[in-house]
């Protein structure tokens, strides 16, 4: 799908324009990518196969739903930003936030096949399993070292954490469900995935 051991450079990071649009089109968009995080030299990379949409206000599943809080004020802010956040008490989730600034959006990347770094990842997640070091949104986190310190992190700048382009163009069969882990909102399937991908969450 993708293939390691090249540097940065031909790593191109998304830009905002990407991110400025309707969550959805951000969410589907965003599979098939690499995520990226550098670690002194070390780049850890991953290939996004598993999101989910989250929306504002019409959204009841959202952070945003009832508007700007502390926690949630990055998703007010401008698209392509990360959107870090600690739930049941002991995991961290990875979002990028979408859709023009005011108008909150967020996607969160809930699994990604690793590509490169993988022996770090190894050591992040203490686990030799390879598919099982960020099949995810929580195992994402860890094997690729994010914490609430890359909350309000800007993307498009490609440092230590962003979202890139890939060489492969080959077309994605891409399934939508409902999303997992909440309780409104069940009607919506902003849940997607690459068909067939072993590194899915769940099928």
């Given at each position: 799908?993708?293939?390691?051991?090249?540097?940065?450079?031909?790593l191109?990071?998304?830009?905002?324009?990407?991110?400025?649009?309707?969550t959805?089109?951000?969410?589907?968009?965003?599979?098939?990518?690499?995520?990226?995080?550098?670690?002194?030299?070390?780049?850890?990379?991953?290939?996004?196969?598993?999101?989910?949409?989250?929306?504002?206000?019409?959204?009841?599943?959202?952070?945003?739903?009832?508007?700007?809080?502390?926690?949630?004020?990055?998703?007010?802010?401008?698209?392509?930003?990360?959107?870090v956040?600690?739930?049941?008490?002991?995991?961290?989730?990875?979002?990028?936030?979408?859709?023009?600034?005011?108008?909150?959006?967020?996607?969160?990347?809930?699994?990604?096949?690793?590509?490169?770094?993988?022996?770090?990842?190894?050591k992040?997640?203490?686990?030799?399993?390879?598919?099982?070091?960020?099949?995810?949104?929580?195992?994402?986190?860890?094997?690729?070292?994010?914490?609430?310190?890359?909350?309000?992190?800007?993307?498009?700048?490609?440092?230590?954490?962003?979202?890139?382009?890939?060489?492969?163009?080959?077309?994605?069969?891409?399934?939508?469900?409902?999303?997992?882990?909440?309780?409104?909102?069940?009607?919506?399937?902003?849940?997607?995935?690459?068909?067939?991908?072993?590194?899915?969450?769940?099928?």
């Amino acid at each position: 799908m993708h293939s390691s051991g090249r540097g940065t450079a031909s790593l191109t990071p998304l830009k905002r324009p990407f991110y400025e649009r309707d969550t959805l089109r951000v969410a589907r968009e965003l599979l098939g990518k690499v995520l990226v995080r550098r670690l002194g030299a070390t780049l850890l990379e991953g290939v996004i196969v598993e999101v989910e949409a989250y929306r504002g206000y019409d959204d009841p599943a959202s952070h945003a739903y009832r508007g700007p809080t502390r926690r949630n004020q990055v998703m007010f802010g401008q698209p392509g930003h990360a959107y870090v956040y600690f739930t049941y008490g002991m995991h961290y989730c990875l979002n990028v936030t979408t859709e023009p600034a005011g108008q909150p959006g967020a996607v969160l990347i809930r699994a990604a096949q690793p590509v490169n770094g993988i022996e770090r990842m190894k050591k992040e997640r203490r686990t030799e399993r390879i598919k099982d070091l960020a099949n995810g949104p929580a195992k994402l986190t860890r094997a690729f070292a994010v914490t609430r310190a890359l909350n309000g992190h800007d993307l498009t700048l490609g440092t230590e954490l962003f979202m890139a382009e890939t060489a492969n163009s080959e077309p994605l069969e891409i399934v939508s469900t409902r999303r997992i882990g909440i309780r409104v909102g069940l009607d919506r399937p902003w849940r997607f995935f690459i068909k067939g991908n072993p590194f899915v969450s769940r099928p």
